[in-house]
Protein backbone atom coordinates (compact mmCIF):
# COMPACT_ATOMS: atom_id res chain seq x y z
CA UNK A 1 0.00 0.00 0.00
CA UNK A 2 1.02 3.72 -0.62
CA UNK A 3 2.31 4.82 2.48
CA UNK A 4 1.86 8.69 1.16
CA UNK A 5 -1.79 9.29 -0.21
CA UNK A 6 -2.01 12.50 -2.49
CA UNK A 7 -5.47 13.46 -4.08
CA UNK A 8 -6.61 14.13 -6.43
CA UNK A 9 -4.87 12.79 -8.55
CA UNK A 10 -5.15 15.01 -11.22
CA UNK A 11 -6.85 18.61 -11.09
CA UNK A 12 -8.11 20.70 -13.62
CA UNK A 13 -9.40 24.32 -12.86
CA UNK A 14 -10.33 27.30 -14.46
CA UNK A 15 -7.64 30.33 -14.10
CA UNK A 16 -8.46 32.42 -10.95
CA UNK A 17 -9.55 29.56 -9.66
CA UNK A 18 -8.43 28.12 -5.73
CA UNK A 19 -7.29 24.62 -5.08
CA UNK A 20 -6.30 22.81 -2.43
CA UNK A 21 -4.04 19.38 -2.81
CA UNK A 22 -3.91 17.11 0.08
CA UNK A 23 -1.34 14.30 1.14
CA UNK A 24 -2.12 11.89 4.01
CA UNK A 25 -0.44 9.22 6.00
CA UNK A 26 -1.54 6.67 8.26
CA UNK A 27 2.00 7.27 10.15
CA UNK A 28 3.54 10.39 11.75
CA UNK A 29 5.48 12.62 9.51
CA UNK A 30 8.74 13.70 10.94
CA UNK A 31 8.78 15.91 8.06
CA UNK A 32 6.88 16.46 5.24
CA UNK A 33 8.12 18.24 1.65
CA UNK A 34 6.08 19.83 -0.89
CA UNK A 35 7.73 20.16 -4.43
CA UNK A 36 6.66 21.15 -8.05
CA UNK A 37 7.44 18.96 -10.69
CA UNK A 38 7.50 20.36 -14.39
CA UNK A 39 7.30 17.06 -16.90
CA UNK A 40 10.57 15.78 -17.61
CA UNK A 41 12.72 17.82 -15.19
CA UNK A 42 13.51 17.60 -11.42
CA UNK A 43 11.86 19.06 -8.58
CA UNK A 44 11.59 22.10 -7.22
CA UNK A 45 11.48 22.56 -3.64
CA UNK A 46 8.39 24.51 -3.02
CA UNK A 47 8.08 24.24 1.30
CA UNK A 48 8.88 21.71 4.62
CA UNK A 49 7.15 21.50 7.43
CA UNK A 50 7.65 19.73 10.73
CA UNK A 51 5.56 20.76 13.28
CA UNK A 52 2.15 20.27 13.94
CA UNK A 53 -0.40 22.83 12.93
CA UNK A 54 2.52 24.73 11.01
CA UNK A 55 2.12 26.32 7.81
CA UNK A 56 3.67 28.25 5.20
CA UNK A 57 3.39 30.11 2.18
CA UNK A 58 5.23 30.87 -0.87
CA UNK A 59 3.80 33.30 -2.85
CA UNK A 60 0.29 32.46 -3.74
CA UNK A 61 0.83 29.01 -2.06
CA UNK A 62 0.43 27.95 1.61
CA UNK A 63 0.81 24.54 3.07
CA UNK A 64 -0.20 23.27 6.13
CA UNK A 65 0.27 20.53 8.15
CA UNK A 66 -2.09 19.09 11.17
CA UNK A 67 -1.41 18.43 14.66
CA UNK A 68 -1.80 14.98 14.70
CA UNK A 69 1.37 15.39 11.69
CA UNK A 70 -0.04 12.35 9.33
CA UNK A 71 -2.09 15.38 6.73
CA UNK A 72 -0.69 18.26 5.03
CA UNK A 73 -2.91 20.00 2.48
CA UNK A 74 -1.75 22.59 -0.53
CA UNK A 75 -3.99 25.27 -1.13
CA UNK A 76 -3.11 27.81 -4.55
CA UNK A 77 -5.27 30.78 -4.50
CA UNK A 78 -5.93 32.67 -7.58
CA UNK A 79 -4.33 29.64 -9.97
CA UNK A 80 -2.58 30.75 -13.05
CA UNK A 81 -0.95 28.82 -15.78
CA UNK A 82 2.04 29.16 -14.37
CA UNK A 83 1.05 26.49 -11.52
CA UNK A 84 0.65 23.58 -13.57
CA UNK A 85 2.53 20.66 -12.98
CA UNK A 86 2.78 17.97 -10.86
CA UNK A 87 2.94 18.62 -7.09
CA UNK A 88 4.33 16.06 -5.28
CA UNK A 89 4.61 15.58 -1.34
CA UNK A 90 7.64 13.47 0.42
CA UNK A 91 7.80 12.91 3.57
CA UNK A 92 10.41 11.26 6.10
CA UNK A 93 8.26 8.41 7.80
CA UNK A 94 10.90 6.92 10.01
CA UNK A 95 12.96 9.86 11.03
CA UNK A 96 16.48 8.10 9.24
CA UNK A 97 16.72 10.90 6.61
CA UNK A 98 15.21 8.99 3.80
CA UNK A 99 11.58 10.75 2.89
CA UNK A 100 9.07 8.50 0.99
CA UNK A 101 6.68 10.47 -1.80
CA UNK A 102 3.35 10.01 -3.09
CA UNK A 103 1.98 9.86 -6.41
CA UNK A 104 1.97 12.90 -7.40
CA UNK A 105 -0.85 15.57 -8.45
CA UNK A 106 -1.28 16.99 -11.95
CA UNK A 107 -2.36 20.01 -11.94
CA UNK A 108 -3.86 21.77 -15.69
CA UNK A 109 -4.71 25.73 -15.18
CA UNK A 110 -6.95 26.42 -18.23
CA UNK A 111 -6.45 30.04 -18.94
CA UNK B 1 25.59 28.75 -4.05
CA UNK B 2 24.95 25.18 -4.24
CA UNK B 3 24.22 23.06 -7.96
CA UNK B 4 23.57 19.53 -8.92
CA UNK B 5 24.20 18.01 -12.27
CA UNK B 6 22.96 15.35 -13.88
CA UNK B 7 24.39 13.66 -17.12
CA UNK B 8 23.23 12.69 -19.61
CA UNK B 9 20.04 14.34 -19.77
CA UNK B 10 18.53 11.65 -22.13
CA UNK B 11 19.39 7.98 -22.92
CA UNK B 12 18.55 5.30 -25.48
CA UNK B 13 20.12 1.91 -24.68
CA UNK B 14 19.70 -1.28 -25.81
CA UNK B 15 18.83 -4.14 -23.37
CA UNK B 16 21.96 -5.59 -22.11
CA UNK B 17 24.34 -2.79 -22.49
CA UNK B 18 25.86 -1.22 -19.35
CA UNK B 19 24.57 1.65 -17.66
CA UNK B 20 26.36 4.83 -15.89
CA UNK B 21 24.72 8.06 -14.95
CA UNK B 22 26.45 10.49 -13.33
CA UNK B 23 25.74 13.11 -10.40
CA UNK B 24 27.88 15.87 -9.01
CA UNK B 25 27.34 18.44 -6.67
CA UNK B 26 28.97 21.73 -6.01
CA UNK B 27 28.88 24.32 -3.49
CA UNK B 28 28.66 22.02 -0.42
CA UNK B 29 30.69 19.38 1.30
CA UNK B 30 29.85 16.28 2.94
CA UNK B 31 26.14 16.04 1.64
CA UNK B 32 23.75 12.88 1.80
CA UNK B 33 23.19 11.90 -1.44
CA UNK B 34 20.25 9.95 -3.12
CA UNK B 35 19.05 8.21 -6.28
CA UNK B 36 15.80 8.14 -7.39
CA UNK B 37 13.78 6.21 -10.07
CA UNK B 38 10.26 8.06 -11.08
CA UNK B 39 8.02 5.93 -13.30
CA UNK B 40 5.34 7.67 -15.58
CA UNK B 41 2.71 9.05 -13.48
CA UNK B 42 4.24 7.71 -10.33
CA UNK B 43 6.08 9.24 -7.75
CA UNK B 44 9.42 8.54 -6.60
CA UNK B 45 10.99 5.36 -5.31
CA UNK B 46 14.31 5.68 -3.13
CA UNK B 47 16.71 3.38 -5.08
CA UNK B 48 20.04 4.26 -3.22
CA UNK B 49 21.36 6.73 -0.53
CA UNK B 50 24.93 7.53 0.69
CA UNK B 51 25.52 9.36 3.76
CA UNK B 52 29.79 9.54 2.64
CA UNK B 53 32.27 8.17 0.17
CA UNK B 54 31.97 4.80 -0.22
CA UNK B 55 29.18 4.71 1.73
CA UNK B 56 25.94 3.27 -0.12
CA UNK B 57 22.26 1.73 1.24
CA UNK B 58 19.84 0.12 -1.07
CA UNK B 59 16.63 0.71 -0.61
CA UNK B 60 15.10 -1.92 -3.43
CA UNK B 61 17.22 -5.15 -4.79
CA UNK B 62 17.21 -4.65 -8.50
CA UNK B 63 19.56 -4.38 -11.53
CA UNK B 64 21.68 -1.40 -10.36
CA UNK B 65 24.02 -0.17 -8.58
CA UNK B 66 25.27 2.74 -6.91
CA UNK B 67 28.73 4.05 -6.06
CA UNK B 68 30.56 7.36 -4.31
CA UNK B 69 33.64 7.74 -5.77
CA UNK B 70 34.39 11.14 -4.27
CA UNK B 71 32.41 13.09 -1.98
CA UNK B 72 30.23 14.97 -4.31
CA UNK B 73 30.21 12.46 -6.72
CA UNK B 74 27.17 9.72 -6.79
CA UNK B 75 26.94 7.41 -10.08
CA UNK B 76 24.70 4.81 -10.79
CA UNK B 77 25.36 1.90 -12.89
CA UNK B 78 24.13 -1.82 -14.33
CA UNK B 79 25.81 -3.59 -16.12
CA UNK B 80 22.99 -5.49 -18.33
CA UNK B 81 20.09 -3.37 -18.48
CA UNK B 82 16.43 -4.65 -18.88
CA UNK B 83 13.61 -3.25 -20.35
CA UNK B 84 12.31 -2.43 -16.82
CA UNK B 85 14.68 -0.01 -15.76
CA UNK B 86 13.49 2.31 -18.51
CA UNK B 87 12.21 5.41 -16.46
CA UNK B 88 13.22 8.81 -14.92
CA UNK B 89 16.27 8.70 -12.56
CA UNK B 90 16.95 11.91 -10.39
CA UNK B 91 19.72 12.53 -8.25
CA UNK B 92 18.98 14.81 -4.84
CA UNK B 93 21.64 15.96 -1.96
CA UNK B 94 20.79 17.24 1.07
CA UNK B 95 23.03 18.66 3.82
CA UNK B 96 23.93 15.28 6.20
CA UNK B 97 21.75 14.47 8.83
CA UNK B 98 17.99 13.87 9.40
CA UNK B 99 15.03 15.85 7.81
CA UNK B 100 16.70 17.97 5.86
CA UNK B 101 15.04 19.10 2.77
CA UNK B 102 16.25 17.24 -0.64
CA UNK B 103 17.31 19.47 -3.53
CA UNK B 104 16.62 17.82 -6.99
CA UNK B 105 18.96 18.16 -10.26
CA UNK B 106 17.19 18.08 -13.13
CA UNK B 107 16.90 14.10 -14.31
CA UNK B 108 18.06 11.75 -16.95
CA UNK B 109 15.58 9.92 -19.06
CA UNK B 110 16.45 6.49 -19.72
CA UNK B 111 14.46 4.76 -22.19
CA UNK B 112 16.04 0.67 -22.81
CA UNK B 113 14.88 -0.78 -26.01
Known amino acids: SQELEQSPQSLIVQEGKNLTINCTSS?????LYWYKQKYGEGLIFLMMLQKGGEEKSHEKITAKLDEKKQQSSLHITASQPSHAGIYLC???????????FGDGTTLTVKP | SQTIHQWPATLVQPVGSPLSLECTVEGTSNPNLYWYRQAAGRGLQLLFY??????ISSEVPQNLSASRPQDRQFILSSKKLLLSDSGFYLC????????????FGPGTRLLVL
Open chain 1, 27 to 31: KTLYG
Open chain 2, 92 to 103: AWSVSGYQETQY
Open chain 1, 90 to 100: GADMSNAGKST
Open chain 2, 50 to 55: SVGIGQ
